[in-house]
């Protein structure tokens, strides 16, 4: 079994910074890549952002705010969130997919809510 925990999220005023951790464990063997997702209250969920071995991949909304990176050592990836936007509010999903598993993994998601 394969367990991520995230943490960091919390309320911010609209122009500040939160820190999203996710933290692997368990039965892990290869984790090709991390992923951040997001869900507001009546919405789809939606990509965030994504790293793997040499690339990182961003949503248009948040290219330029927002940066994913991650600690092989520590099976731990990270979201920098600056510039936060109202419309930033969500829960906060951390992904993995892990090809030695050959399936995906999914946190219990962290509440991100911006005040305008």
């Known amino acids: 079994q394969v367990q991520l925990v995230e943490s960091g999220g919390g309320l911010v005023q609209a122009g500040g910074s939160l820190r999203l951790s996710c933290a692997a464990s368990?039965?892990?063997?290869?984790?090709?890549?991390w992923g951040w997702y997001r869900q507001a209250t009546g919405q789809e969920r939606e990509l965030v952002a994504t790293?793997?071995?040499?690339?990182?991949n961003y949503a248009d909304s948040v290219k330029g705010r927002f940066t994913i990176s991650r600690d092989s050592a520590k099976d731990t990836v990270y979201l920098q969130m600056n510039s936060l936007k109202a419309e930033d509010t969500a829960v906060f999903y951390c992904?993995?997919?892990?090809?030695?598993?050959?399936?995906?993994?999914w946190g219990q998601g962290t509440q991100v809510t911006v005040s305008s």
């Open positions: 368990g039965r892990i063997f290869n984790i090709h890549q």
């Open positions: 992904n993995i997919y892990d090809s030695g598993n050959g399936r995906d993994f």
């Open positions: 790293i793997g071995s040499g690339y990182t």
